[in-house]
């Protein structure tokens, strides 16, 4: 069983910057490949970000791209998600996920195993 918590609650205008970070317990963190996905009110869940177990391949939505960056820290158990250049439409509940694969993340919330709890980020314009 893996548990994910993350962190980073935001309240920041347009262009500011923020990071989040998800912490995993469980020894199975270094063989999952890791996802970013978010909620706005109303909408769907949607991809951000993932990056595989050894963090070598990363993928991104296109919506983030060139903005947004996803990291991971084996040792600690902690994978990341740089925000940079926030928009309004930036704004949702921000999940991590978890994937039991050696391979590269999807891009689908059912193709992931693990789920955190979400924490809200909100970019004023």
């Known amino acids: 069983q893996v548990q994910l918590v993350e962190s980073g609650v935001g309240l920041e205008q347009a262009g500011a910057s923020l990071r989040l970070s998800c912490t995993a317990s469980g020894r199975t963190f270094s063989n999952a490949a890791m996802g970013w996905f978010r909620q706005a009110p109303g909408k769907e869940r949607e991809f951000v970000a993932t990056?595989?177990?050894?963090?070598?391949?990363?993928y991104y939505a296109d919506s983030v791209k060139g903005r947004f960056a996803i990291s991971r820290d084996n040792a600690k158990n902690t994978v990341y998600l740089q925000m940079n250049s926030l928009k309004p439409e930036d704004t949702a509940v921000y999940y991590c996920?978890?994937?039991?694969?050696?391979?590269?993340?999807?891009?689908?919330?059912?193709?992931?195993?693990?789920w955190g709890q979400g924490t809200q980020v909100t970019v004023s314009s």
């Open positions: 990056i595989n177990w050894s963090g070598r391949s990363t």
């Open positions: 996920a978890a994937r039991r694969t050696l391979g590269n993340g999807g891009t689908y919330p059912g193709e992931y195993d693990y």
